[in-house]
């Protein structure tokens, strides 16, 4: 019983809470005791807010009205991102003073819409990798196969949806770290219009791309959070004014006939399963009854465009850390310290990065003038074993719509031949969040993907 619970989605949960067939109580304790089953072997959670969350969930069954479609919902929190009274770690090791005061603006919607919070999720160090393989935290597995990053660096968030750890989770996204690990793992992720999220309470990567975001079991979920983190007059609002029925993000599947996407005929180097699974994402649109308009992969220089906005985050971050890299050798890693050494400033190379970034949002918006969404692979490969080396291209696709400041979103669409999830893009026009969401949930419904009973049937414990 408790495992058929933990598989439904937010809607079907809230009908539940709603009729008192269960309440959020139950459900907090059910999720907690998965956690305490899996947690350990999975390494998703750096810190639990049991006490609080239990008092969050009844506070939730004593309201008359239902704050929102979330409330009574667990969800989990990435730990670059300010909860009130815990640590926010940024990935770094522990050190005192770093207790948030005051949650985060995110975290502040969630709370008033009556969301239940967990706690706080594993990441790469400084938000800045792609295997959540932390120094001080530990790796957090992949729940689909031993031995497997679930990428990053909200590997935590995602692997903890995946797993059945959490309703839904907050992750972050600056050149694709909430969309290539939810890949990974076979859940879906959206990064929202840049600012549409706020991100005060966050902390900051590189502020130009940074996006907050939500990693779901489906795109109505999805877009459940999206409605409740996107409220500007949040504390304003009653009760009885946010309820299921009022909410603003009403996604609904569109006329496909209507729809104009933006498709590739071929990629370099992209696993033959990826590819695979992207041509029957494109043949199923053209079942459907899309404008198709063929896109040249070379017109965007996605591995440059990629690496133009690596550079420009990493010197960012190098010029702010550089002073707490000598000053405290305890909280950061080797490996960081290492990769942010400074080095004298190059500024053709930022001038070349910066103007090339450029380019890339002026040729992104001339093709949106062309079509609605961009339809691409979420990652060139499936996921990965800890053991070798990250690939580069990771987010290659996915840093595009961090430059243009794009919604975008990965939902899963079907397995490798080895049994891994394989994740596919919708990427829309600034502002046009809820038209891609829409799409999504209309791709969504022909995808071959089912999901299993995670971690029971694929996690080896062993590893």
């Known amino acids: 019983m408790t495992k058929d619970l933990l598989s439904l989605s937010i809607r079907q949960i809230g009908a ?46 004593k309201r008359a009205v239902r704050r929102s479609a ?53 990441m790469d160090e400084a938000a800045l990798g792609a295997t959540t393989d932390n120094s001080h935290y530990g790796r957090t597995k992949n729940p689909w196969h031993k031995g497997l990053t679930p990428g990053g660096s909200s590997g935590g968030a995602a692997a903890a949806v995946a797993a059945r750890l959490c309703t839904a989770a907050i992750g972050t996204d600056t050149l694709g770290s909430i969309r290539i690990p939810a890949a990974y793992c076979g859940v879906s992720g959206f990064k929202p219009t840049y600012d549409l999220v706020s991100t005060l309470g966050v902390k900051p990567l590189y502020q130009p791309l940074d996006h907050v975001g939500p990693l779901c079991r489906s795109v109505d979920d999805l877009a ?42 071929a990629f370099a180097d992209v696993d033959a399963d990826v590819w695979h699974t992207y041509a029957l994402a494109v ?31 990493k010197e960012c971050l190098s010029e702010r850390l550089e002073n707490d890299l000598a000053d405290f050798p305890d909280v950061y890693s080797a490996r960081l310290c290492n990769f942010l050494k400074r080095r004298p400033m190059d500024v053709d190379k930022l001038n070349k990065a910066g103007a090339l970034i450029q380019k890339t949002r002026n040729f992104i918006n001339k093709v949106f003038d062309q079509v609605d969404v961009i339809v691409l692979p979420t990652t060139p490969q499936t996921a990965f074993p800890f053991a070798s080396k990250a690939p580069v291209n990771q987010a290659d696709f996915t840093a595009l719509a961090n430059i243009a400041g794009c919604p975008s979103l990965t939902i899963p669409y079907g397995l490798s031949k080895s049994g891994l999830p394989v994740g596919v893009q919708i990427m829309g026009p600034p502002h046009e969040d809820q038209k891609v969401l829409s799409i999504g949930m209309a791709m969504e419904s022909t995808a071959k993907f089912i999901f299993p009973q995670l971690p029971e049937t694929r996690f080896d414990s062993s590893v």
Not at 35 to 61: F, K, M, P
């Open 283 to 313: 043949r199923n649109l053209r079942f459907s009854g899309v404008g198709i308009n063929k896109l040249e992969p070379s017109e965007f220089d996605l591995a440059a465009t990629r690496f133009s906005g690596f550079y420009l985050l």
């Open 70 to 122: 979330l409330d009574g919902i667990a969800v989990a929190i990435k730990d670059n991102i300010d909860v009130a009274g815990l640590d926010t770690s940024n990935g770094f090791g522990p050190r005192s003073g770093i207790t948030a005061d005051k949650d985060a603006g995110v975290v502040r919607n969630l709370r008033e819409a009556g969301a239940v919070i967990l706690g706080k999720m594993n």
């Open 16 to 61: 539940r809470l709603s009729v008192g067939q269960i309440s959020a109580r139950a459900l907090t304790e059910a999720y907690l005791a998965r956690i305490d089953t899996y947690g350990g072997l999975l390494n998703c959670y750096i810190t639990l807010n049991v006490d609080s969350a239990l008092a969050q969930a009844d506070e939730a069954d």
């Open 224 to 265: 459940m959070l999206m409605d409740v983190i996107t409220r500007k007059d949040s504390g304003d609002l009653e009760p009885a004014a946010i309820t299921d029925a009022t909410a603003a993000w009403q996604i609904k599947e569109p006329d496909m006939s209507a729809v104009k996407v933006g498709i590739f005929d």
